[in-house]
């Protein structure tokens, strides 16, 4: 577990815990859509989406740019319209739009 007090803003949520998954992302995505068709959870707000799998596979896009990624946790930060996705060679934010 992290001991970066900036670290403490996020909700941590295992892939594995996948109800947690899909509560939080349904509350990140409050104004947007969510679907859920099987193995992934999609979020659609404005022109951008972001999915997980349950593989931990994420997908992310808006205008411009895209991002793939497979990771253990996301992190969510509700106050600030975020999810943070980490790894060892990666750092990527997706921002409510």
Do not use: C, K, Q
């Not at 996020?10 to 859509?33: C, K, M, N, P, Q």
């Not at 593989?55 to 990624?69: C, I, K, N, R, T």
Request: no cysteine; aromatic share 10%; proline share 3%.
């Amino acid at each position: 577990m992290s001991t970066d007090p900036e670290d403490a803003r996020y909700d941590h949520v295992s892939i594995d815990d996948w109800d947690a998954v899909e509560e939080h992302l349904r509350r990140f995505a409050d104004t947007g859509r969510v679907d859920t068709a099987g193995e992934r959870v999609v979020a659609e707000l404005d022109n951008s989406r972001f999915s997980v799998a349950r593989d931990g596979e994420v997908s992310a896009g808006m205008p411009l740019h895209d991002f793939d990624a497979v990771v253990d946790e996301l992190r969510f930060d509700h106050d600030g319209g975020a999810i943070v996705v980490r790894g060892d060679d990666f750092d990527y934010e997706f921002r409510r739009p």
